[in-house]
Structure formats: structure tokens, C-alpha cells
């Protein structure tokens, strides 16, 4: 892994302007809630774009999203090296089509926390966020233990746990067909449990065969003859429309990242001399990246070297060039046309039918992840995770600056109860006089803060509440050119924790 140089961090560097979302995205080297519909409309009168909201109100949509979450477990004894994350999520797509799940794998040590962006509706993206963890913890398990999950299913008896979800993508849209999944799940630790693999595979293994198999699973189960209506209407739902996904685990100083597509994760680093700098663990899977162009001319004949990307687009059409679902880039022609000739209501269902120019040998899109692997150090602060919405407007230093301005004024909120004794009426009066000069309490959760400044923030990386407004309440037909969905968790590491491992504690 190749690490950027350190950067310092000048408060008056010009920032990135959100205008318009053109087709074509700005990018580095390497690169809803009800609340929120409250204040959106879908008029699109030039004179009626911009409702006033209070900072108060503005704030209320902002933080309608937000999740946060400590970690108090201890692991071998020693605390572990996550001390919290904070998370948040606004939406630009109605419904929204970004997803992020949060979990501890409760058979094997190990954290879990992905972004998952979804295109063409958001079946996909709600299907990988809800399933991918559970094939990720099955590929860790050690034969033993997938031998007692086996055992469970033959005598009928409950399963062990395998995830404690800290933070859940959401109300599934599976609950009718989880035995399907399960089934599917289940086959696949049956596989393992032929490898005879007493300890199951390794981190970087695991990570590669569950976006793989999962991505496979998610095709055949639309091929798959299914007499449930809602089961096969839900599948073909998920299969043509798209999600790319990143993960990262965490287990000790061990940090692994997969990534498949154009989310990212950068690591926030301070050094002993107090400069902080950003380390990327991922790099975009688009028409930007050289390696990524050299991998897809070289699965393709040369005669479509001058086809496979065009208009900065895969096939002319999408813009990350690994995904899972997208089977209109994967599967044959004429396995498409089998598969929605069996009676499928493809304008209902909202499906995407579409055969791009020069469509001659696919598949074109895959979902395997590029996996990279970090050991944490005392220096690694925390990890920023954040869907292209993030990315779209905010540079990977901008990021961790702004988290590095979070925490600083973070630690000078702090009230110093040692040299100021609690009074109640002296607290009520402050929060007068702020209410009085129209000032609102700072962002608790710095990913709240990320997604304020990527909205609000003029060419100059100044903040313009007026711009912040406009753009919160934009109407819904509008909103999506202007900006996309943005994801961003917040990954606080511990580095007590971590000092302690490299001291043998």
C-alpha cells in the first residue's frame, strides 16, 4: 500500500463548490427521513426554491440522521481499539438510496462498518447492507464452529449468533423471504466445511469470496424458479439495479478495507510532531484510475479498447466500474431476455432495461473488491467511511481536516467542572444569550459536520447558511441534481488501546 505524503492543513484553503452535479465527477489521484421531507417540495417555480428555515430547523434536518455509538467491550482483557463512531446520513435520491450497517461478529472478534451506495433504485444497496456482514462472519468462522452451525440445522435447533448489529441499515424488505437467504447462506458454509479449513479462511480471503459470492447469489437467485410473486418481483428488483459497497473490519491493530466501486475510507493520521495528515485506504473504481482502465481493456478484446469506456462511463452507461447487482452488464443478452420474458411487469417494478452500444463480452462489471490492509498505530486517529456524495464535493484532506476541527472544538466545549462548579442558572443565562444571537449549539457528531460543510460551503470553503438553506430545500425533482446522497461513519480509534498492543499490554 502506498502512502501519500503528509499534508498540512491550511484553514483558508479553498474548499469545493457543490453547483449542479455534473455527469462527469471531480476526484483525486487516487481515489430520509420524514423530517426531511417536511421541508421539501416538488414545485419547481424559481421564486418558491428557497423556504426559510431557522437554524434551529436546519439543524433538525441535518441531525435527523445521525447515529453515534461507544465501545466498551474489552477483548482478551485489553479495551478495544474502536472507541466509538459517529454516522450520519442525508438523502438527495427519494427514497434514498444510500445504505450503512454497523456490527460486531459475535463468533469471531472483529468490528464491521460499511457504506453501500445504491444506483437505479435501492433494492440493491438494501439487500448488500442487510446481507454481506453474514457472509463475511461465516467466511471467518473456524471449522468448528461451522460445523456447529450445521449441527443446528439438521436438528432444527436455534442458531448461534453470528452479528449484534450496532447500527442496522434499516426496516428490512425481507421478511418474508429471509429462509431464502438463510438457505443460500447456508449453502455456502456447507462449501467451507468441504475445504476442511480448521481455522476458515484469513481476513483478506473472507472479505474477497463474500463480495463475490454474495454478488453471485444475488443472480441466481432471479434465475431461480420461484413461485412466491413477491420473492421474485423483490430478486429481480435487487439483481437490476446497483450498489457499490466498502467495508472495513477491525480486529486488534488489524484493519482491513474492502472496496468495490467509488465509495472511499481515509484514515486520519497525527504525527509526533502534531501534524496531521490523510492516509486513503481505498482507491476509485472509475475511468479515472489507470489501473482500473488497464484491468477492464485487458479482460476485453483490443477491438473494444475504444468502447469499454466511454464518455468517462463504463459502456457509456455507469460510472464505478465494479459493483454488485448490474446484471444488465454482466449476464448475456440472452440470458437477460429469458429471464424477463417469464412474466415480469418491468414498468412497475421500475426496472431499467437498457442494452448499451458495443454490449459484446460481458461481463462487464464485477464485484470484487480490492482489499487493502493497514496495522494501526497510536498516530491513526480515526477512519472516515463516506459514499461518492461525500467525495463528490469534499477532497480526502478537506475531510480530515474538518474531523480535526471537530474534535479541537470538541475539546474546548468541554465544561471544566474541576473550575466551574455546575450552576443552573448561570447555564440557563448562557443559553439565552446564545439563543439571542441566533447561534446554534456546534455538531456532536462529526459526520453531521462533513455533510454541513459539503452542502454548505462556497468555492472558498467558507460556510453560507443561506447556500445551506437553498440546498436543504431544494424541491425533490431538483435535489438530485444538485447532490447526491451522502453516507459518512466516523470511526474513532483508541490509542491507549493500540500503544498497549505494541507494548505487550
Not at 435520491?93 to 456490527?103: L, M, Q, Y
Not at 456447529?148 to 424488505?173: C, F, N, R, T, V
Not at 421500475?350 to 473488491?369: G, M, V
Request: aromatic share 6%.
Amino acid at each position: 500500500m502506498h502512502r501519500e505524503p503528509d499534508v498540512g492543513f491550511d484553514p483558508g484553503s479553498p474548499g469545493s463548490c457543490p453547483g449542479p452535479k455534473a455527469p462527469v465527477k471531480s476526484i483525486g489521484p487516487c481515489s430520509g427521513s420524514a423530517l426531511q421531507k417536511a421541508y421539501r417540495h416538488t414545485s419547481t417555480e424559481e421564486d418558491d426554491f428557497h423556504l426559510q428555515l431557522s437554524p434551529e430547523q436546519v439543524n433538525e434536518v441535518l441531525r435527523a440522521g445521525e447515529s453515534a455509538h461507544k465501545i466498551l467491550d474489552l477483548v482478551s482483557g485489553v479495551p478495544n481499539s474502536v472507541l466509538r463512531f459517529e454516522s450520519n446520513q442525508l438523502a438527495a435520491n427519494s427514497p434514498v438510496e444510500d445504505r450503512r450497517g454497523i456490527a460486531s461478529c459475535l463468533q469471531t472478534n472483529g468490528l464491521m462498518f460499511g457504506i453501500f451506495d445504491g444506483h437505479g433504485g435501492h433494492a440493491c444497496a438494501q439487500a448488500v447492507s442487510e446481507r454481506l456482514f453474514y457472509y463475511m462472519a461465516v467466511s471467518l468462522m473456524s471449522q468448528q464452529t461451522l460445523e456447529q452451525m450445521e449441527g443446528a440445522m439438521e436438528s432444527m435447533k436455534p442458531l448461534l449468533p453470528i452479528l449484534h448489529w450496532l447500527k442496522h441499515p434499516g426496516d428490512s424488505i425481507y421478511k418474508d423471504v429471509t429462509s431464502v437467504h438463510l438457505d443460500h447462506l447456508r449453502v455456502y458454509w456447507q462449501e467451507l466445511l468441504d475445504l476442511h479449513m480448521e481455522m476458515g479462511l484469513n481476513i483478506k480471503e473472507a472479505l474477497m469470496y463474500s463480495f463475490q459470492r454474495l454478488d453471485s447469489d444475488i443472480s441466481l437467485e432471479v434465475q431461480a424458479p420461484l413461485e412466491d410473486e413477491m420473492t421474485r418481483n423483490l430478486s429481480l428488483q435487487v439483481a437490476f439495479s446497483g450498489a457499490t459497497a466498502c467495508v472495513a473490519h477491525v480486529d486488534g491493530v488489524h484493519l482491513h478495507v474492502a472496496n468495490a466501486g467509488d465509495c472511499r475510507a481515509v484514515l486520519g493520521v497525527q504525527e509526533d510532531n502534531g501534524m496531521w495528515s490523510c492516509l486513503p485506504l481505498t482507491c476509485d473504481h472509475n475511468a479515472w484510475n489507470p489501473a482500473e482502465l488497464s484491468r477492464l481493456k485487458g479482460e476485453h478484446p483490443e477491438s473494444e479498447d475504444r468502447t469499454v469506456i466511454m464518455d468517462n462511463r463504463l459502456l457509456g452507461v455507469l460510472m464505478p466500474c465494479r459493483a454488485f447487482g448490474d446484471v444488465q452488464l454482466k449476464w448475456s443478452k440472452e440470458l437477460q431476455r429469458s429471464v424477463l420474458e417469464r412474466g415480469f411487469d418491468t414498468e412497475a417494478l421500475n426496472i431499467y432495461q437498457f442494452t448499451p452500444p458495443h454490449y459484446y463480452t460481458p461481463p462487464y462489471l464485477t464485484a470484487e473488491p480490492e482489499v487493502t490492509y493497514h496495522q494501526l498505530r497510536p498516530q491513526d486517529k480515526f477512519l472516515v467511511l463516506a459514499s461518492d456524495g461525500l467525495w463528490d464535493v469534499l477532497g480526502n484532506e478537506e475531510v480530515v481536516r474538518l474531523v480535526v476541527d471537530h474534535l479541537a472544538e470538541a475539546g474546548r466545549h468541554k465544561p471544566d467542572l474541576a473550575q466551574r462548579p455546575a450552576n443552573l442558572g448561570l447555564m440557563q443565562s448562557l443559553l439565552l444569550q446564545r439563543k439571542a444571537q441566533g447561534l446554534c449549539a456546534a455538531d456532536q457528531n462529526a459526520a453531521t459536520r462533513l455533510i454541513r460543510h459539503a452542502i454548505g460551503s462556497n468555492e472558498y470553503g467558507e460556510m453560507e447558511p443561506e447556500r445551506l438553506t437553498a440546498m436543504l430545500t431544494l424541491p425533490e425533482d431538483l435535489a438530485r441534481m444538485y447532490r447526491d446522497d451522502i453516507t459518512v461513519t466516523v470511526v474513532y480509534f483508541n490509542s491507549d488501546s493500540i500503544d498497549a498492543y505494541y507494548k505487550g499490554g
